[in-house]
């Protein structure tokens, strides 16, 4: 059984920069893909990046903004959110997939306001 906790949500002004971070408890190997998703009101659940062996996905909307980043040995994936515009304001959760299965986080909010 995994277990994710997030943290490092709040509010951020436009332009500033945020850091998210999700740690995983259990069972984590370095072939598990560790991402963030996020889901913005009345809109559905969306990638927002994801890790895998050292390879990034990231979605057109955050490449170049957006930062994935993966700390095996603590079994912590973060997401660096440079530049961000009140578009990112949403809830973000953290995502592991192994070969146990597919596993959430609680989920974070982010909000990007002046």
């Known amino acids: 059984q995994v277990q994710l906790v997030e943290s490092g949500g709040g509010l951020v002004q436009p332009g500033g920069s945020l850091r998210l971070s999700c740690v995983a408890s259990?069972?984590?190997?370095?072939?598990?893909?560790m991402g963030w998703y996020r889901q913005a009101p009345g809109k559905q659940r969306e990638l927002v990046a994801t890790i895998v062996e050292g390879t990034a996905i990231y979605a057109d909307s955050v490449k170049g903004r957006f930062t994935i980043s993966r700390d095996s040995a603590k079994n912590t994936v973060f997401l660096q959110m440079n530049r961000p515009t009140p578009e990112d304001t949403a809830v973000y959760y953290c995502r592991v997939v192994t070969s146990a299965g597919v596993y959430w986080g609680q989920g974070t909010q982010v909000t990007v306001s002046s």
């Open positions: 259990g069972s984590i190997f370095s072939s598990a893909s």
